[in-house]
């Protein structure tokens, strides 16, 4: 493993803060000075500041019900982050895919790079489903082009299954099978809808139920 990524599992450092680390000569391996190109194996010692520094090999994934006004970072950059959220044991997870500022809902962490691939890689084709809420009531037309058609985007096709929630047309369930940035937004976006609310409630296998908000589950 290289050394950056060792730091990022074992300590609160992000990989960016752990090259540092090592630029400044804070890190050995096996009582040598670290560089930036440096691997560990799983007999090495590696210490940082002086005080050895383990990354828990034992497999750990939670489930996060993250609320509006969180990013999904390390480093928030003034920003609340949803580290913020988390117990200091939970803190060296890293988070599966995204969730942007303004959304809400399930979000998962895990060391399991394994889990993390087969959720994410989109030959895997992983189901999300999320809540919206727009600011107008969505057209019928407009639904049929999102549902049948799709809607061109500047990162290729993009379509959603809805379901109505409410009888105005303004709740809406999306359900997707891919996840490139800001997909629903600007799906909605392309129609001069704007999302008010976006909260996802299932990936995958797993969905949030009566998890509260900010509140973690280990699964």
């Given at each position: 493993m290289r050394i950056n990524k060792y730091l990022a599992a074992a300590t609160?450092?992000?990989?960016?803060?752990?090259?540092?680390a090592?630029?400044?000569?804070r890190v050995t391996i096996n009582g040598r000075a670290a560089d930036s190109g440096s691997q560990v194996g799983e007999q090495d010692l590696v210490t940082l500041d002086g005080k050895p520094v383990f990354v828990d090999r034992a497999l750990t994934t939670i489930m996060?019900?993250?609320?509006?006004?969180y990013v999904v970072s390390r480093h928030g950059q003034g920003a609340k982050t949803i580290y913020d959220l988390l117990p200091a044991e939970f803190r060296q997870?890293?988070?599966?895919?995204?969730?942007?500022k303004d959304?809400?809902?399930l979000l998962l962490l895990t060391n399991d790079g394994t889990l993390a691939n087969e959720l994410t890689h989109p030959r895997y084709a992983k189901v999300k489903i999320y809540e919206v809420r727009l600011n107008a009531p969505l057209a019928p037309l407009h639904q049929q082009m999102i549902n049948d058609r799709g809607l061109s985007l500047e990162d290729g096709?993009?379509?959603l299954q809805l379901e109505k929630l409410d009888e105005q047309g303004y709740a809406w369930?999306?359900?997707?099978h891919e996840g490139r940035n800001r997909q629903i937004r600007r799906t909605f976006a392309a129609l001069d809808y704007t999302v008010r609310r976006l909260h996802r409630t299932h990936f995958g296998p797993y969905a949030l139920h009566d998890l509260s908000q900010g509140k973690i589950k280990i699964i």
């Open positions: 609160d450092l992000s990989r960016r803060g752990a090259d540092t090592v630029f400044e000569g996060l019900n993250k609320p509006r006004g997870l890293n988070p599966v895919g995204r969730l942007d959304s809400s809902g096709l993009s379509k369930r999306v359900t997707m």
